[in-house]
């Protein structure tokens, strides 16, 4: 079956080369089928082109199509094309012409759209939920190793104390910068495309609005023109802040690989989470980290594959755009695995105390010094040659108290600041509309 089939059949190549992968995908989108033509048929109830009778009929059995596709007890048979198509399909074999009544007012362009629309908001607030955690994460690892000494690089020289607090504490900040990218691609995503049917709008009496406020829309794209150009758009936007997410881990990923190396040995693992070699007895891989690291990276160039799919591309509707599918519904799994397993590992690094002891540290107090002689009295610039001089002479005394107190250094993380920025971040989304709207839906 296919919304689209009259009297002539495609040759059997063509639709296996134009369908593709595009039924694999696009189970994950029938809840959310279900949930748009829930709003769509009352909709057409409301505005006269849907009897009562078949609206109560269509309900009740398109919630009961729902809670089978939550139960996994839902396929698309062989030989229909999308989920679309399967969904109608049930429908006129249950309720006969009702059932053929529900993509009035529609095209299929605006349901894929509408259907997109629902799965990309839920999979950001997925996403988000997720973010959360091991931001939470590293707030407390930040606050347990606060008053531990860790060296700071620039170029990969020995630069300044840092500590462990805050170098947990710069990732837990890198998320909250990242979660107002997430908001971005939310904001975007969360806009009504339905009743612009192939583009061009329809020449029924619509209630666009209404099946805006049933699917808990913030609001709709009200240019229909715009409502079919927003697809490729939004892909590439909720990329772009998938990217983001994953920069911060693969970051995290590579400081962790380079922190558990013999040359640095400023953390470990228990044995038992990491792998070892097939010749080397005393090895001990950070694999975790190693794979994470790649698989962020890969995250990192989601944009760039999704603006290729669309360059050039005049406005309207393309066939190439079901291939966004493919290569963004597996990141928000490949990024959720990433998070969930950064926030298991995390807790369990063995972190080592007195790192700045060693002798090879001890010109990275080398500011500190200089900074003493400017509270002292003497100018900076006479300072900084004072101390450089004490290094070259191998004179150089470390200072005996290190203190930094300013807002978001050593001794004044800013924690709390920051975890205020997340929770300000995170209710703006507010979530709870949609959730609130499609419980109604479904009830």
């Not at 006129?92 to 908001?121: C, F, P």
């Not at 490949?334 to 690094?349: G, K, N, T, W, Y």
């Amino acid at each position: 079956m296919k919304l689209w089939q009259k009297n002539t059949d495609v040759k059997k190549e063509i639709e296996l080369f134009t369908v593709g992968r595009d039924p694999e995908f696009d189970l994950q989108l029938a809840a959310f089928d279900v949930l748009g033509s829930l709003a769509h048929t009352r909709m057409l109830e409301q505005v006269g082109l849907l009897g009562k009778e078949d609206l109560d009929a269509l309900q009740q059995e398109m919630k009961h199509i729902y809670q089978r596709i939550l139960a996994g007890d839902f396929s698309i048979e062989p030989g229909v094309e999308d989920i679309h198509s399967m969904v109608e399909l049930e429908l006129t074999r249950k309720l006969g012409e009702a059932g053929k009544k529900i993509h009035s007012g529609r095209s299929r362009n605006d349901q894929v759209l509408v259907d997109l629309k629902l799965y990309l908001r839920h999979e950001l607030q997925q996403l988000v939920q997720e973010v959360k955690v091991l931001f939470d994460v590293l707030q407390e690892q930040s606050e347990r190793h606060q008053d531990k000494l860790l060296p700071g690089y620039t170029h990969l020289q020995v630069a300044m104390p840092s500590s462990f607090g805050l170098w947990y504490g710069a990732y837990a900040e890198s998320l909250v910068d990242d979660v107002l990218l997430l908001q971005s691609a939310y904001k975007i995503t969360d806009k009504n495309p339905l009743g612009s049917a192939a583009g061009y709008g329809s020449s029924f009496p619509l209630n666009r609005q209404l099946t805006t406020d049933l699917l808990g829309f913030g609001t709709m794209n009200y240019n229909v023109v715009y409502a079919q150009m927003g697809r490729g758009k939004t892909e590439r936007v909720v990329s772009t802040a998938i990217a983001s997410v994953a920069a911060t881990l693969a970051r995290m990923a590579m400081d962790l690989c380079l922190y558990m190396s013999q040359n640095f040995a400023f953390v470990s693992l228990p044995d038992n989470l990491t792998t070892g070699s097939s010749i080397m007895p005393h090895k001990k891989n950070p694999d975790v980290f190693e794979i994470m690291r790649g698989k962020c990276n890969k995250l990192q160039a989601l944009p760039t594959e999704i603006s290729m799919l669309l360059i050039n591309l005049p406005s309207g509707y393309h066939r190439e755009l079901q291939l966004l599918k493919e290569s963004l519904f597996p990141a928000f799994t490949e990024l959720r695995e990433c998070l969930q397993m950064m926030a298991f590992m995390l807790p369990q690094l063995q972190v080592r105390n007195h790192i700045m002891e060693e002798e090879k540290y001890r010109y990275a107090f080398s500011v500190d010094a200089v900074n003493a002689e400017v509270l002292a009295g003497l100018p900076f610039r006479d300072a900084y040659k004072k101390v450089g001089e004490s290094i070259e002479q191998g004179t150089f005394a470390i200072p005996e108290s290190v203190t930094h107190t300013h807002e978001g250094s050593i001794g004044n993380l800013c924690n709390v600041q920051i975890a205020q920025l997340m929770q300000e971040a995170i209710s703006d989304f507010h979530f709870e509309r949609a959730e609130q709207a499609l419980q109604q839906l479904v009830k």
